[in-house]
């Protein structure tokens, strides 16, 4: 088994442990995710992950493969609704686990920074992330997502984000 085969799978086995055990994941335990759906928890996780940058719709023809019985986008968003961020916050926190990180390279940690802005909601009162590229324009918000990467290992910690218009400091 190639080793991103492994890692894939450890990922799908900790979705599918938090399947099983829904509880501290979701709106209501005794109603969400109970019934019989085309969009089951850890289905919708595993979208979460997959998709990119097509619209919602696209993104759900090309995950059932163009079927006419597609789930609606509307059908996405309500299941989306019922999953708590804290499910993605475990998720994350157990797929590390599952991976070492003593190693190193001659006594050292390696790690890797990488930097990239992203879009979030508009919002002109936000002057710490808002930008106006022309006057006749709404203008538009953004954050600074800081990446450290673990070289070696695959440990992922957790992103750093800054406001777009102040600049972090030196670690």
Known sequence: MKYSAFVKAKLEEKIQEMGEDLGA????????????????????????FSMESG???????????????????????QQRGKILPRAFQFLFHEFNRCFPREKTYR??????????????????QDADNHFKNRVDRNGF???HILFLDR??????????SFPQKVK???F
């Not at 070289?151 to 750093?160: E, G, I, K, R």
């Open 25 to 48: 994941f979701v709106m209501d335990p005794k109603r969400d995710f109970i019934r019989n759906r085309k969009l089951p928890f850890e289905t919708m996780v595993k979208l979460l």
């Open 107 to 124: 006594g050292y940690h390696l790690l890797a920074c990488d930097g990239s802005d992203i879009n979030i909601a508009h919002n002109p």
């Open 168 to 170: 972090p400091e030196v």
């Open 141 to 143: 918000n953004q954050l």
């Open 151 to 160: 070289w070696q290992s695959v440990f992922f910690p957790s992103p750093f």
């Open 55 to 77: 619209s919602l719709n696209s993104e759900l023809l090309k995950h059932f493969n163009y079927a006419p019985d597609t789930a609606s986008v509307s059908a996405f968003n």
